[in-house]
C-alpha cells in the first residue's frame, strides 16, 4: 500500500473517534453553560455513541452501490452538516439541538471506521491485512491524542464551542482527501440498497469469526470511550487540572498507543494474531492493576489516572489489529463484514457509555473496576474467537 493512501485512512479511520473526544475537555463547560448535570453532559458522548454505532449499517452497503469514494464523501457531508448543528445549539442556547447534532455528526463521521477496514482489506492480501490495520492503530494514537490537546488549548482560550469549528475544519479535510483514495469497487450493486437482501447480506456474515470479533475489538473500545466520558471529570473536577493540563496530559496514553502500534506491526511478522491478542491482554491486565494502585496510594496526583493508561493502551494497540484481521480473515464480502464488525464492536461501547450514569460509584472506583470487567469479557470473546481456528480433522 502506498503511503500517501495510508495517512489518509489514518485520518480516515480516526473520524469517527476524534469527533468522539476533541471536544472532552469542555465537558464539565458544558454541564455549566446549560445549567445540567455531569451524567446529563455526557448525554453528548452516549448519543455520539448511538449515532457511530447505527451508521456502521450505512456504510457497506453504500460502499456496495455507490463505490468507496462516493460513500466517503457522503459521510463526510453528513458530519459537516451536524458539526454546523453543534455550533447553532451554542448561539441557541439548545442542549436539546446539541445532542441531536451529535447524532447526526456521528452518523457521518461513523463511516470512516468502516471505510478504513473496507479500503484496506481490498487492496492488501490476507498476510499484509493485520500489518496494515496494526499501523492504522497509530492513528488512534496520533489523532484523538492531538484532537484531545487541541481541543483542551481551544476551550481553556475560545470556549467549549471552539472544539467543533475544529471537527469541521477535520470533516471538511476527509471530504477533500477522501476524493483521492483509489476506488476499490469496480462493480456497483445496483440493489445494493434493497432492504430484503440487505438484511439477508447481513445475515450472511453473522460468523464466529465476525461476532466475536467484534466483541473483542469492543472490549477494547470500551475502554477508550469509558476513559473519555469519566476522565475528564476525574482530572479536572477530582484533581483540579485545568482543560489544557488535561489536554497535555492526554500525550501520555497517546504515547502508549503509539508505542503499542509500532510494537504490534513489528510482532505481527513473529507472532500470530493469537498470540499477540494474549499479550495485550496480558498488558492491558498490569496496567489496570496499576490505575487502581495508583487512585489508592495517589489520590490526587493526575499521574496516577495517566501513567497506567499509558500500559493499557500499549496492550490495546495489540488486541485492536489483530482481533479486526481475525475477523475479517474468513470472508469475501469485505464492506458488509466490515460494517458488522464495527457495529458490533461500537454497540458495546454504547452500551456501557449509557449505563455509566446509573452506577452511584465515584469514577475513580467506577474506572478501574470497568476496565477489570472489560478485560474479563475480551478474554471470553478471544477464547470463543479462537475455537475458529481451533484445527479440525478435515485439516490435520
Not at 469542555?26 to 448511538?50: D, N, R
Not at 463521521?109 to 492480501?125: D, E, N, R
Not at 499501523?135 to 496520533?142: D, G
Request: glycine share 10%; proline share 4%.
Amino acid at each position: 500500500m502506498k503511503l500517501r493512501y495510508l495517512l489518509i485512512l489514518m485520518l480516515l479511520i480516526s473520524f469517527g473517534s476524534i469527533g468522539a473526544v476533541a471536544f472532552t475537555p469542555g465537558l464539565p463547560m458544558i454541564a455549566e453553560f446549560f445549567a445540567i448535570s455531569s451524567a446529563k453532559a455526557e448525554l453528548t458522548v452516549t448519543w455520539y455513541l448511538l449515532g457511530y454505532t447505527l451508521g456502521q449499517l450505512l456504510y457497506g452497503p453504500l460502499a456496495n452501490r455507490y463505490g468507496s469514494r462516493n460513500t466517503i464523501i457522503i459521510g463526510s457531508v453528513i458530519e459537516v452538516i451536524g458539526t454546523i448543528g453543534c455550533i447553532a445549539s451554542y448561539y441557541l442556547h439548545s442542549f436539546e439541538l446539541l445532542i441531536v447534532s451529535r447524532f447526526i455528526m456521528a452518523l457521518g463521521a461513523g463511516g470512516g471506521l468502516t471505510m478504513s477496514f473496507t479500503i484496506s482489506s481490498k487492496l492488501c492480501s490476507h498476510k499484509e491485512t493485520a500489518r496494515v490495520i496494526s499501523l492504522l492503530t497509530i492513528a488512534f494514537a496520533i489523532t484523538p491524542g492531538v484532537g484531545v490537546f487541541i481541543g483542551g488549548v481551544l476551550v481553556s482560550d475560545y470556549g467549549w464551542i471552539s472544539s467543533f469549528y475544529f471537527m469541521l475544519v477535520y470533516g471538511i479535510i476527509i471530504l477533500l482527501l477522501g476524493r483521492t483514495l483509489p476506488e476499490v469497487f469496480t462493480e456497483k450493486k445496483m440493489d445494493a440498497l434493497n432492504p430484503k437482501k440487505l438484511l439477508r447480506n447481513y445475515l450472511n456474515q453473522l460468523k464466529r469469526s465476525v461476532i466475536f470479533g467484534g466483541l473483542l475489538v469492543g472490549s477494547g473500545t470500551c475502554i477508550v470511550y469509558t476513559f473519555a466520558a469519566l476522565a475528564p471529570f476525574i482530572a479536572m473536577d477530582a484533581m483540579g487540572a485545568s482543560p489544557k493540563i488535561y489536554g497535555i496530559y492526554n500525550f501520555i496514553p497517546v504515547i502508549g498507543m503509539l508505542l503499542g502500534s509500532l510494537l504490534a506491526s513489528h510482532l505481527s511478522k513473529i507472532y500470530t494474531p493469537e498470540k499477540s491478542i494474549k499479550l495485550g491482554l496480558f498488558i492491558s491486565l498490569v496496567g489496570v492493576v496499576l490505575l487502581f494502585l495508583g487512585f489508592v496510594l495517589f489520590a490526587h496526583n493526575i499521574l496516577s489516572l495517566f501513567a497506567p493508561m499509558f500500559i493499557i493502551y500499549i496492550g490495546f494497540s495489540f488486541i485492536f489489529g489483530n482481533s479486526s484481521a481475525l475477523a475479517l480473515r474468513g470472508t469475501n464480502d469485505k464492506s458488509n463484514a466490515s460494517a458488522l464488525m464495527s457495529l458490533i464492536n461500537m454497540s458495546s461501547a454504547v452500551i456501557v457509555v449509557m449505563l455509566l450514569s446509573f452506577f452511584p460509584m465515584h469514577p475513580t472506583i467506577m474506572l478501574p473496576l470497568l476496565y477489570l470487567g472489560y478485560l474479563f469479557l475480551g478474554t471470553i470473546w478471544f477464547l470463543l474467537l479462537q475455537v475458529k481456528h481451533l484445527p479440525t480433522a478435515d485439516n490435520k
